[in-house]
């Protein structure tokens, strides 16, 4: 189980489970049913929107025939790498000396409002950023985040 689980920890459990599922040629809402849940907390798993807690990772992991634990070592791992992104992103403003000055040349860097100004800055480094700049805006934001204002810059400029 860790070797495999050191391959994928940091990943939300839900994004495996939907794997694991699609290996079976199970379908989410008849799973679900047959462990007794609704099929709505499944899917939310599955999307990353939930948690997955211990019963229903028990359940889980029993009718897939999983290693007991499986999916609650891999929420852990998964929790502690959203709280790693915390930390960092509290910190106030990503780490400057990866930023050129001239990226924001029509302001003074060391004033920039990084939470309030979050869009414009991802959209600027996305615009005119090297990719050194573009990896710590998206370290500092969140893949999440970065990946979602990215999308709808494309969309704008389609």
């Known amino acids: ?3 495999e689980i050191s391959i994928i920890k940091g990943i939300h459990p839900g994004l495996i489970l939907e794997r694991k599922l699609r290996e079976k040629k199970l ?3 008849r799973f679900a049913i047959t462990i007794k849940e609704y099929p709505q907390t499944l899917t939310a798993i599955t999307k990353g929107k939930r948690a997955m807690n211990p019963t ?3 359940k889980i992991e029993q009718a897939l025939g999983l290693e007991e634990g499986y999916f609650m070592v891999l929420q852990a791992f ?3 790498k959203e709280e790693k992104l915390r930390q960092h992103s509290s910190n106030g403003t990503p780490d400057l000396s990866k930023l050129r000055p001239g990226l924001f040349w029509d302001t003074d860097i060391n004033t920039i409002d990084w939470q309030g100004q979050k869009r414009a800055v991802i959209e600027r480094v996305i615009e005119r950023g ?3 700049e573009k990896a710590e805006i998206k370290r500092f934001y969140g893949e999440k985040a970065f ?3 990215a999308g709808a810059l494309k969309l704008q400029h389609a």
């Open 56 to 58: 229903l990772a028990f």
């Open 1 to 3: 189980m860790f070797k």
């Open 27 to 29: 379908k989410k809402s």
């Open 130 to 132: 090297s990719e050194e």
């Open 147 to 149: 990946n979602k204002i």
């Open 78 to 80: 998964y929790d502690m």
